[in-house]
Nanobody
Framework: QVQLVESGGGLVQAGGSLRLSCAASGRTFSSYDMGWFRQAPGKEREFVAGITRSGRMTYYADSVKGRFTISRDNTKNTVYLQVNSLKPEDTAVYYC?????????????????????WGQGTQVTVSS
């Protein structure tokens, strides 16, 4: 099992940046593929980015390509989401998620139901 705790959210103006972090407990973090999702009020939770357990492969939703960057440091049991050029429509609660064998050379599963482990979320609010 793995426990996840997100941090780094906040209020930022349009065009600004944030760095979200997700700290994982447990000694097997490097065996988990990781994903970031977000959920805006009244909307379904949507996939934002994913990264393989080695960190060599990353995948993004079309809406965030070129603006968001996912990375991980397996020595620190942490996955990051650098969010740049933020837009008001990026306002949401951001969640990290983990599971095994959900990413491959072709991509990551994008359905929230494929991921077994979740953090509590961190709020990102972008003002116009």
């Amino acid at each position: 099992q793995v426990q996840l705790v997100e941090s780094g959210g906040g209020l930022v103006q349009a065009g600004g940046s944030l760095r979200l972090s997700c700290a994982a407990s447990g000694r097997t973090f490097s065996s988990y593929d990781m994903g970031w999702f977000r959920q805006a009020p009244g909307k379904e939770r949507e996939f934002v980015a994913g990264i393989t357990r080695s960190g060599r492969m990353t995948y993004y939703a079309d809406s965030v390509k070129g603006r968001f960057t996912i990375s991980r440091d397996n020595t620190k049991n942490t996955v990051y989401l650098q969010v740049n050029s933020l837009k008001p429509e990026d306002t949401a609660v951001y969640y990290c998620a983990a599971d095994q064998d959900i990413c491959s050379g072709y991509g990551c599963y994008t359905s929230e139901y494929e991921y077994d482990y979740w953090g509590q979320g961190t709020q990102v609010t972008v003002s116009s």
